[in-house]
């Protein structure tokens, strides 16, 4: 599951597994900001981008693959800490 999360700065995301920081495609077309996307493609040009997006909330990423995201298996960081903070609702 490609799986990206909206960086503090709100500008950029970071892929959960991957950790690399991406931007959303020209060409996609989100109706509105979402601070988590599952994303269907990772285009690599001069600057890296995902494209096909769709906004999610953190809450399913954990109902709906809870082994996949297993927060022990996530290094301390920004990503880690929001899924900690959903799973403590």
Do not use: C
């Not at 959960?16 to 493609?41: A, F, M």
């Not at 927060?71 to 301390?76: L, Q």
């Amino acid at each position: 599951m490609q799986v990206a999360k909206k960086e503090s700065n709100g500008k950029t995301y970071t892929t959960v597994k991957d950790n690399q920081t991406v931007l959303l495609h020209p060409s996609t077309v989100l109706g509105q900001e979402s601070e988590w996307v599952i994303y269907n493609e990772f285009v690599l040009t001069s600057k890296n981008y995902i494209r096909t997006v769709t906004g999610v909330r953190g809450e399913w990423l954990l109902d709906i693959a809870p082994g996949y995201y297993d927060i022990d298996s996530f290094p301390k960081g920004e990503i880690k800490t929001a899924l900690t903070r959903i799973a403590d609702r």
